[in-house]
């Protein structure tokens, strides 16, 4: 069976400090892969999709980037960390079809002070 | 393009009472429709999907949810509410491109 992995599970750093979130999809391989935020009392916003290995598309201009170094590894970091980046992230999985369900990983708290 | 709203962002029913959360779609082409569950501090959890077919789908945890094209909603139901179902539940939309739209969610609460 498929499983996802995230970490940290939750994380403080201050503002400027660089960031590195680490996502891991065991028993499949090519899935297309997600990096969401969300906002304490808001929805879900899409980042970040990668359909394969150092194939990254950005949905929302900002301060973060990802990077996919391998089939099933996926990193969002930051340069220097803005107050805004703080929420809850997370990283999901589907297969290859327009019809795949995402499956999610646990999500990791990202508290900027 | 599409978009998904989701009517409510609080919900509070009884032990035992119904659950009805309302989902509406907008979406230019077919649409696949999700409903999504989380608990506090956690991932999402798939409970149904809509892809194609029978317009009634079930879930897990006793839900299910109804695919009405010429309302385009896809409201989610229980017939009785548990304490356990306390969550907060997002409806999404998908069209071609694999990606999903959410609604902003609906927190539900269930009063013993």
């Known amino acids: 069976s498929q499983t996802i992995h995230q970490w940290p599970a939750t994380l403080v750093q201050p503002v400027g400090s660089p960031l590195s979130l680490e996502c891991t999809v065991e028993g499949t391989s090519n899935p297309n892969l997600y990096w969401y935020r969300q906002a304490a009392g808001r929805g879900l916003q899409l980042l970040f999709y990668?359909?394969?290995?150092?194939?990254i598309s950005s949905e929302v201009p900002q301060n973060l980037s990802a990077s996919r170094p391998q089939d099933r590894q996926f990193i969002l970091s930051s340069k220097k960390l803005l107050l805004s980046d703080s929420g809850f992230y997370l990283c999901a999985w589907a297969g290859t079809g327009f019809q795949e369900t995402q499956y999610f990983g646990p999500g990791t708290r990202l508290l900027v002070l | 393009a599409q978009s998904v709203t989701q009517l409510g962002s609080h919900v509070s029913v009884s032990e035992g009472a119904l659950v009805l959360l309302r989902c509406n779609y907008s979406?230019?082409?077919?649409?696949?429709l999700f409903w999504y569950v989380q608990y506090p501090n956690q991932g999402l959890q798939l409970l149904l999907k809509?892809?194609?077919?029978?317009?009634l789908v079930k879930g897990i945890n006793g839900f299910e949810a109804e695919f009405k094209k010429s309302e385009t909603s896809f409201h989610l139901t229980k017939p009785s509410a548990h304490m356990s179902d306390a969550a907060e539940y997002f409806c999404?939309?998908?069209?071609?491109?694999?990606?999903?739209?959410f609604g902003q969610g609906t927190t539900l609460q269930v009063k013993p």
């Open positions: 979406s230019s082409v077919p649409p696949y």
């Open positions: 999404a939309v998908s069209g071609n491109t694999g990606k999903l739209i």
């Open positions: 990668s359909v394969g290995i150092g194939q």
């Open positions: 809509y892809t194609t077919g029978a317009t």
